[in-house]
């Protein structure tokens, strides 16, 4: 079973950047797409990235593409996202969990049962 800890946020000005890691125990880690997630106050949570289990497949919904890059490492288990030209709109308590689907651009289609704690972050104006 992949345990995953997210860690990276915190505080930056509206253009800035920050890098969010995904850490995973388990020994299945490489096995499996990851998604990004992020929930803001009084919303729902939404889907933001997801990475296949090789990195060969990436997916980004329009309101981050351009400005946001998923990666991972399968030896350090670790998946990146890479947030530049970061908005006010972008401040959010960010998910990572793994996709219940091979098709990256569907990992944000399905519910999930469990959720980790998050890292927040968040854009000043």
């Known amino acids: 079973q992949v345990q995953l800890v997210e860690s990276g946020g915190g505080l930056v000005q509206a253009g800035g950047s920050l890098r969010l890691s995904c850490a995973a125990s388990g020994r299945t880690f490489s096995r499996y797409g990851i998604g990004w997630f992020r929930q803001a106050p009084g919303k729902e949570r939404e889907f933001v990235a997801a990475?296949?289990?090789?990195?060969?497949?990436?997916y980004y919904p329009d309101s981050v593409k351009g400005r946001f890059t998923i990666s991972r490492d399968n030896a350090k288990s670790t998946v990146y996202l890479q947030m530049n030209s970061l908005k006010p709109e972008d401040t959010a308590v960010y998910y990572c969990n793994r996709c219940r689907t091979e098709v990256v651009s569907r990992c944000g289609a399905y519910e999930y049962d469990y959720w980790g704690q998050g890292t927040q972050v968040t854009v000043s104006s």
């Open positions: 990475i296949s289990w090789s990195g060969g497949s990436t």
